[in-house]
T-cell receptor, first 115, second 112 residues
């Protein structure tokens, strides 16, 4: 009965490389949310996905960032050509559907460090 | 825009001390309010919530009351334990949305 699984826990990349962050939602959950926590800031919403669909990406930077949640497999947050400002903790959360407030389960996060 | 402001940490207390972590919000409309807790090495967990003015959320000895007049949702506990050491996040959502707006988090350290 695993919870939301994120991997890797820690990811180190050099400037210009690509970062791929994975999120496996809880069993039976088809809604996934990605949040980013920059140093000394709160968690900021990035994107909301359902299986094979992006529902709300209003928090995603316009360039270099993309997310997917395929029919099979984990949700992937992809950051191309990383820069130092991308260093942050990235959290994934999943739910079984709206209303989600009290049924949102978070993973332990991926700490991305860009050298 | 909508936002949450919470007191900076760390908050350092001795076991059995009284805890208050302040949280205020700015929102259009009538938000639902939440406290999440993150224990070391784990994901965020919902601690308690309140969905309308004057509601009191409570769980594990923690309480918070939704105060519309002061736009606040302060977290309190009468007697903290070492096991309460964690980071606490205040958050809100607006009606009929599923996006959480978080504060910056407050680290609580409880010493025996």
């Amino acid at each position: 009965n695993a919870g939301v699984m994120q991997n890797p826990r820690h990811l180190v990349r050099r400037r210009g490389q690509e970062a791929r962050l994975r999120c496996s939602p809880m069993k039976g959950h088809s809604h996934v949310y990605w949040y980013r926590q920059l140093p000394e800031e709160g968690l900021k919403f990035m994107v909301y996905l359902q299986k094979e669909n992006i529902i709300d990406e209003s928090g995603m930077p316009k360039e270099r960032f993309s997310a997917e949640f395929p029919k099979e497999g984990p949700s992937i947050l992809r950051i191309q050509q990383v820069v130092r400002g991308d260093s942050a903790a990235y959290f994934c959360a999943s739910s079984g559907g709206l209303p989600t407030n009290e049924k949102l389960f978070f993973g332990s996060g991926t700490q991305l460090s860009v050298l | 825009g909508d936002s949450v402001t919470q007191m900076e940490g760390p908050v350092t207390l001795s076991e059995e001390a009284f805890l208050t972590i302040n949280c205020t919000y700015t929102a259009t409309g009538y938000p639902s309010l939440f406290w999440y807790v993150q224990y070391p090495g784990e994901g965020l967990q919902l601690l308690l919530k309140a969905t309308k003015a004057d509601d009191k959320g409570s769980n594990k000895g923690f309480e918070a009351t939704y105060r519309k007049e002061t736009t606040s949702f302060h977290l309190e506990k009468g007697s903290v334990q070492v096991s309460d050491s964690a980071v606490y996040f205040c958050a809100l959502t607006l009606h009929n949305t599923d996006k959480l707006i978080f504060g910056t988090g407050t680290r609580l350290q409880v010493f025996p």
